[in-house]
């Protein structure tokens, strides 16, 4: 899979909703911090529930 450039600096949160192998769903998050600048863009998806 190829990887996209690193976008702007700054704080990012990503999230994840999925369900299970045993049919309950489960969400999570988590939030990471981008220091050097990449050429690339922000791209933000949703996924349609």
Do not use: E, K, W
């Not at 600096?9 to 999570?28: E, F, K, L, M």
């Amino acid at each position: 899979m190829a990887l996209r450039p690193l976008g702007p600096a700054g704080t990012y949160t990503v999230g994840c909703h999925i369900v299970s192998d045993d049919g309950h769903p489960v969400s999570d998050t988590f939030t990471f911090a981008l220091t050097n600048a990449g050429a690339g863009t922000i791209v933000a998806r949703r996924i349609a529930r």
